[in-house]
């Protein structure tokens, strides 16, 4: 049994308690401690982020740690990881004004409603096109042909704004020169292809950003915060080093973090 728990969890294990090691000796190096404030806050913001209402959120969290595999003590060792993180980031994050309105704009500003459809050629991506010209119906052709998870919403995303950078530049800019109704041609995005329709244009919100700002602040450090903890993370990847003697595990190391092979 022991074999095929090492096969099964193992390298995901291993990876945790490494990064957590790195961790410890850069807060450390940074004379920082994680305090059970800090944890608890992780915690708050975690719920925050699967719902508002906190009724719904824990029976979220708890969906989602089954789904995970997050026993008490896991839980508890990502909340450190993330706590850990947020301290070490701390000294880089810049929330000015330029950054707030940009969060701003995303936030409250024009919205549209898509649908896409996302193929692994341009031959594809031509043939789709093409049977969208013939007047086939996108939703179903969604369905049959893309291998984005919206296939099953008929290709149909939540709306966003093109002044997201959170999506390609290439497909904001292609959504932004249609009307409602139109399609783009197809998009490359990395090593696939994409053709969108455009269902509608929302109109902005009625908030000024002053209105917005106190919430925007939020939303921008939260944004930085994480993306500067995942650089971070990815920093530590290979730190501190390590001698693996078992080769089952070994594998489940390298199947965990096949960039590190």
């Not at 992780?42 to 740690?65: C, F, I």
């Not at 290439?170 to 109704?181: K, N, S």
């Amino acid at each position: 049994m022991q074999e095929q728990l090492l096969e099964a969890a193992g390298g995901q294990i291993l990876s945790e308690v490494r990064l957590q090691r790195a961790l410890e000796a850069r807060l450390r190096e940074e004379q920082l401690k994680v305090t059970d404030a800090a944890i608890k806050a992780e915690e708050a913001r975690l719920l925050e982020e699967l719902d508002t209402d906190p009724d719904l959120a824990r029976m979220l969290l708890k969906t989602v740690q089954e789904s995970e595999g997050l026993g008490p003590r896991r839980y508890q060792e990502l909340l450190w990881r993330n706590a850990a993180l947020r301290a070490l980031i701390q000294k880089f994050v810049v929330v000015d004004d330029e950054a707030m309105r940009r969060v701003w704009e995303v936030t409250y500003g024009p919205k549209v409603r898509i649908r896409v459809i996302v193929v692994a050629s341009y031959a594809k991506a031509a043939t789709v096109a093409e049977k969208l010209r013939q007047g086939e119906a996108f939703d179903e052709l969604a369905i049959e042909w893309s291998i984005d998870p919206s296939r099953d919403r008929g290709g149909l995303l939540e709306t966003l704004s093109t002044a997201d950078p959170a999506y390609p530049t290439a497909l904001r800019d292609a959504i932004d020169a249609l009307q409602p109704g139109e399609l783009t041609n197809p998009v490359l995005l990395g090593d696939r292809y994409l053709l969108a329709l455009l269902e509608e244009r929302i109109p902005a919100q009625d908030m000024t950003f002053l209105e917005a700002r106190p919430v925007v602040e939020r939303k921008t450090r939260l944004a930085q915060e994480r993306m500067l903890m995942q650089e971070e993370a990815y920093r530590l990847r290979d730190e501190p080093k390590l001698l693996i003697f078992d080769e089952t595990l070994q594998q489940s190391f390298n199947a965990t973090n096949p960039e590190l092979e």
